[in-house]
C-alpha cells in the first residue's frame, strides 16, 4: 500500500519521511519499515536519538516472533534461540540481512556523526550499509553552527536536506519521522480516508 502512495516506493539515496502528531506511533512506524528491509536482506542501521538501544531492540525482538513486549522477557530462552535461528538462515528460505540500533545523543547529533559513524560500522564489520532509519528528524542538528535551532523549521529543513544529501552520498534507503507540533494538528484537518 505504501508503495502505491510513493509510485513504486522507497528508492535509494532519497529522504523518505513520515510526520505525525505527538505518540501517534512514529518510532514504531520506523522500526517497522526497518525490520522490513531487513527481511529483504538489507543490511539497515536504525539511529535512535530518543529511545534506548535496549526498548527498540526488545521492540525489534518482538515484531520478529510476532509476539508483545512482555511475552520476550517471559521466555527469553525460546526467543534467544529462535532470533538466532532466524539470523543464521532467515525465514522462508530467504536469508535476512544485518540490523544494528545505534543510541546517539539527542543533543548535538549531526549528518556528519552519522555519516561517521556509517564509514565505521562499514570499516569495522565489512559490510555495506544498505539504508538507515533515523528516529527522529526534531532531534538532529544541523552540520553548520550559523543555522538558529530555535528556529525549528529553519533547523528541520537543513537537517532534512543534509540527511537526504547523506542518502545520496552512500545511494541507501533513508527514512525518518517528524512530529507534528500541537499548533500544527489543532489547525489542520487530516482526512486519512484515501489513505
Given at each position: 500500500?505504501?508503495?502505491?502512495?510513493?509510485?513504486?516506493?522507497?528508492?535509494?539515496?532519497?529522504?523518505?519521511?513520515?510526520?505525525?502528531?505527538?505518540?501517534?506511533?512514529?518510532?514504531?512506524?520506523?522500526?517497522?519499515?526497518?525490520?522490513?528491509?531487513?527481511?529483504?536482506?538489507?543490511?539497515i542501521?536504525?539511529?535512535?536519538?530518543?529511545l534506548?538501544?535496549?526498548?527498540?531492540?526488545?521492540?525489534?525482538?518482538?515484531?520478529?516472533?510476532?509476539?508483545?513486549?512482555?511475552?520476550?522477557?517471559?521466555?527469553?530462552?525460546?526467543?534467544?534461540?529462535?532470533?538466532?535461528?532466524?539470523?543464521k538462515f532467515?525465514?522462508?528460505?530467504?536469508?535476512?540481512?544485518?540490523l544494528?540500533?545505534?543510541?546517539?545523543p539527542?543533543?548535538?547529533?549531526?549528518?556528519?556523526?552519522?555519516?561517521?559513524?556509517?564509514?565505521?560500522?562499514?570499516?569495522?564489520?565489512?559490510?555495506?550499509?544498505?539504508?538507515?532509519?533515523?528516529?527522529?528528524?526534531?532531534?538532529?542538528?544541523?552540520?553548520?553552527?550559523?543555522?538558529?535551532?530555535?528556529?525549528?523549521?529553519?533547523?528541520?529543513?537543513?537537517?532534512?536536506?543534509e540527511?537526504?544529501?547523506?542518502?545520496?552520498?552512500?545511494?541507501?534507503?533513508?527514512?525518518t519521522?517528524?512530529?507534528?507540533?500541537?499548533?500544527?494538528?489543532?489547525?489542520?484537518?487530516?482526512?486519512?480516508?484515501?489513505?
Amino acid at each position: 500500500d505504501i508503495d502505491d502512495k510513493l509510485y513504486g516506493g522507497m528508492n535509494n539515496g532519497e529522504l523518505t519521511f513520515f510526520v505525525g502528531g505527538p505518540g501517534t506511533g512514529k518510532s514504531l512506524f520506523l522500526q517497522n519499515l526497518a525490520l522490513n528491509w531487513i527481511t529483504m536482506g538489507k543490511n539497515i542501521i536504525y539511529i535512535t536519538l530518543e529511545l534506548s538501544e535496549e526498548l527498540v531492540g526488545l521492540r525489534f525482538d518482538a515484531m520478529i516472533l510476532n509476539v508483545g513486549s512482555k511475552d520476550v522477557f517471559s521466555s527469553m530462552d525460546t526467543v534467544a534461540v529462535e532470533l538466532g535461528m532466524i539470523g543464521k538462515f532467515g525465514t522462508k528460505g530467504k536469508k535476512w540481512g544485518r540490523l544494528q540500533i545505534k543510541k546517539l545523543p539527542e543533543a548535538g547529533t549531526t549528518i556528519n556523526t552519522i555519516r561517521a559513524y556509517i564509514k565505521e560500522y562499514e570499516i569495522q564489520t565489512g559490510i555495506k550499509v544498505d539504508g538507515i532509519c533515523v528516529d527522529y528528524l526534531d532531534l538532529l542538528y544541523p552540520n553548520s553552527g550559523k543555522v538558529d535551532i530555535n528556529s525549528s523549521f529553519t533547523k528541520d529543513k537543513y537537517t532534512s536536506e543534509e540527511l537526504r544529501g547523506l542518502a545520496s552520498e552512500f545511494n541507501i534507503l533513508c527514512a525518518t519521522a517528524s512530529q507534528l507540533n500541537r499548533s500544527s494538528v489543532e489547525a489542520q484537518h487530516f482526512d486519512a480516508s484515501h489513505i
